[in-house]
């Protein structure tokens, strides 16, 4: 119910509770003739029923007023149920959209003034009066009702609250997983350029002075692996420019940036045999391009020089990379930290709900090995 009224407009909202205040108006005001004597009496009744059309637009004036309103009509006519009616449709508004101390105060008044009323209104010690059942059957009738309609419209709040605090959960969740995303990716790109960067700033201070040839290429291949990384890390910035702003078109990694990526190893003393085999998903490539460059930059970093066989293969719907060095040397690959080094190519593998594995090999070297079902 509150779920419907939430999806409709506020005007539909606010003329259906006009029809139904002018209906219990009129079902008043058309009762026997000791239940509306005169043009007061009727006049009461009318704006009795003003509170219930007005009650979404000003909860809780609507709501008090209707109680002392209510004392009027009982003091003039015998009809009970109008009030009461009219007091539980005025506090669901004020259960449903006011804090719970404000609406509890709301359900107390109404339990005394309506109850108290109510009492007020039934002389004489007679079990019956004018038709109506004993007093004590009237009361928790009218208690009922408001407690009921007071319990419907906190329910009602409760489910609003949860809903927005499941919300606000959720959009949390998706800023850190986001935050999370960008910084696995700076670290994807940063790591694998300053790896190769350094290495080759260490070649052209050795050979730029006897092969000086050697050393313009080893800045050249600088300059252009940083470029590249420059490139990448706009686009992966993009994401947190000011709202309006049009983040860079730069493309995601792909397979078919694989080869310069074995090439930039290969320049800094790790060869790479690199075999795709079979059609990798698109929506897969950006993850296997990630886990592949963390696991030769780590080779680069850890393993140099050495001999290093990635391999990428689909076969039966299923999808492995294997990357696999021989270096020697004892290593210390970062994977303390969520998000980096291995952890980070843990998390692409089991986005898929894959497994991972990766660990020393007999003898020498180091394998990383990932492989998940082709959604």
């Not at 007023?65 to 009509?73: E, F």
């Not at 969740?173 to 350094?198: C, F, G, K, N, W």
């Not at 050979?207 to 490139?231: C, F, N, Q, Y």
């Not at 992966?236 to 990694?253: K, Q, W, Y």
Request: proline letters at 7%.
């Amino acid at each position: 119910m509150n779920l419907l009224a939430r999806r409709l407009p506020p005007w539909l909202l606010i003329l259906a509770d006009t029809v139904v205040a002018v209906l219990l108006a009129l079902a008043s005001t058309a009762s026997p003739p000791e239940l509306a004597t005169n043009a007061v009496t009727m006049a009461l009744c009318w704006l009795l029923a003003v509170p219930v059309a007005v009650r979404r637009a000003w909860p809780e004036p609507a709501y008090y007023g209707a109680l002392l309103i209510g004392i009027a009509v009982l003091s003039v006519q015998a009809n009970r149920l109008m009030p009461t009616v009219v007091v539980a449709l005025a506090i669901y508004p004020v259960a449903s959209d006011r804090p719970v101390r404000r609406s509890a105060i709301a359900l107390v008044s109404g339990l005394l003034v309506n109850g108290g009323s109510l009492l007020v209104s039934m002389p004489g010690p007679a079990h019956y009066s004018n038709g109506w059942p004993d007093p004590v059957f009237i009361l928790g009738a009218a208690w009922l009702a408001l407690a009921a309609s007071w319990s419907l419209g906190t329910a009602a709040r409760t489910r609003r609250e949860f809903a927005a605090r499941e919300v606000r959960r959720q959009a949390e969740q998706a800023a850190a997983d986001e935050r999370l995303r960008i910084a696995r990716e700076l670290h994807d790109v940063v790591a694998h350029s300053m790896s190769v960067i350094t290495v080759k700033a260490g070649v052209a201070a050795k050979v730029l002075d006897k092969h000086p040839e050697e050393g313009r290429e080893a800045l050249r291949a600088i300059e252009e692996i940083g470029r590249g990384s420059l490139t990448e890390m706009r686009h992966i910035l993009g994401v947190l420019r000011a709202p309006g702003s049009v983040p860079d078109s730069t493309p995601l990694p792909r397979l078919a940036d694989l080869p310069s990526l074995a090439h930039r190893a290969a320049e800094a003393g790790v060869q790479v045999d690199l075999s795709v085999i079979g059609t990798v998903p698109d929506s897969m490539a950006p993850a296997v391009h990630r886990i592949l460059q963390e696991a030769i930059t780590n080779v680069v970093k850890h393993a140099a020089p050495a001999h290093c066989q990635a391999g990428v293969s689909v076969a039966d719907g299923r999808l492995r990379i294997s990357v696999v060095d021989d270096g020697p040397g004892q290593r210390v690959l970062p994977g303390r930290s969520g998000g980096h080094g291995l952890a980070g190519m843990r998390e692409r593998a089991l986005l898929y709900g894959g497994t991972f594995e990766a660990g020393p090999l007999p003898g020498k070297g180091f394998g990383v090995h990932a492989s998940w079902e082709i959604p």
